[in-house]
């Protein structure tokens, strides 16, 4: 079975430019979540999806939005790019319920470099 | 609120030495808690996880973890480190609201 596959594997972008990143989660797999992980501040919690609907969100700013597709394929977009943004970008694939969303399954992970 | 401490940030040992990382957790439900590992550039790998079926765990290479209510405690060892064992180890914690909570992580060095 294949694993949780994200791309790009890397990026760089100039502030104020926006960007897409894209998960596709483990076949069968419902529930996707995004994580930012920094030096400094570890791994943080951006948002959880599951069929389409976004069940919670981290203390992110509105320029962190995302979306999950019918086939639970998840992108992530982040607008007006700043250098604090720059950030190793995980996805992790559950097989959730609806009640519960347990053990994920993490992608190698989008880099983000902001310049 | 639920939150996950990992005591040290960085751990060394030496080559078949015990390895034992700490993990304490808050949490006012019934959690599950988990063990993750990240080699470099890369994304995290379930080590164990804990769900209420018995408190001692065992998980992939050799490690286990065991659940002690009374001291919100969900300790990670390993009898015998390994070079392999080289990365960063996150231990979580999940009581519900489709969000997992990780700890700061811990890295770990072993030594020839």
């Known amino acids: 079975k294949a694993g949780v596959t994200q791309t790009p594997r890397y990026l760089i972008k100039t502030r104020g430019q926006q960007v897409t990143l894209s998960c596709s989660p483990?076949?069968?797999?419902?529930?996707?979540?995004?994580?930012?992980?920094?030096p400094g501040q570890g791994l943080q919690f951006l948002f959880e999806y599951f069929s389409?609907?976004?069940?919670?969100?981290?203390?992110?700013?509105?320029?962190?939005?995302?979306?999950?597709?019918?086939n639970s394929r998840s992108e992530m977009n982040v607008s007006t790019l700043e250098l604090g943004d720059s950030a190793l970008y995980l996805c992790a694939s559950s097989p959730s319920t609806r009640s519960d969303n347990t053990e994920a399954f993490f992608g190698q992970g989008t880099r983000l470099t902001v310049v | 609120?639920?939150?996950?401490?990992?005591?040290?940030?960085?751990?060394?040992?030496?080559?078949?030495?015990?390895?034992?990382?700490?993990?304490?957790?808050?949490?006012?439900?019934?959690p599950y808690l988990f063990w993750y590992v990240q080699y470099p550039n890369q994304g995290l790998q379930l080590l164990l996880k804990?769900?209420?079926a018995a408190t001692l765990?065992?998980?992939?290479?050799?490690?286990e973890a065991e659940f002690k209510k009374s001291e919100t405690?969900?300790?990670?060892?390993?009898?015998?480190?390994?070079?392999?064992?080289?990365?960063?180890?996150?231990?979580?914690v999940y009581t519900g609201g489709f969000k997992t909570i990780f700890g700061a992580g811990t890295r770990l060095f072993v030594k020839a």
């Not at chain 1, 797999?29 to 930012?36: E, G």
């Not at chain 1, 919670?56 to 320029?63: I, L, M, Q």
């Open chain 1, 26 to 38: 483990i076949s069968g797999h419902r529930s996707v979540s995004w994580y930012q992980q920094t």
């Open chain 1, 52 to 70: 389409e609907t976004q069940r919670n969100k981290g203390n992110f700013p509105g320029r962190f939005s995302g979306r999950q597709f019918s």
């Open chain 2, 1 to 30: 609120a639920q939150s996950v401490t990992q005591l040290g940030s960085h751990v060394s040992v030496s080559e078949g030495a015990l390895v034992l990382l700490r993990c304490n957790y808050s949490s006012s439900v019934p």
């Open chain 2, 50 to 52: 804990y769900t209420s």
């Open chain 2, 57 to 63: 765990v065992k998980g992939i290479n050799g490690f």
């Open chain 2, 73 to 92: 405690s969900f300790h990670l060892t390993k009898p015998s480190a390994h070079m392999s064992d080289a990365a960063e180890y996150f231990c979580a």
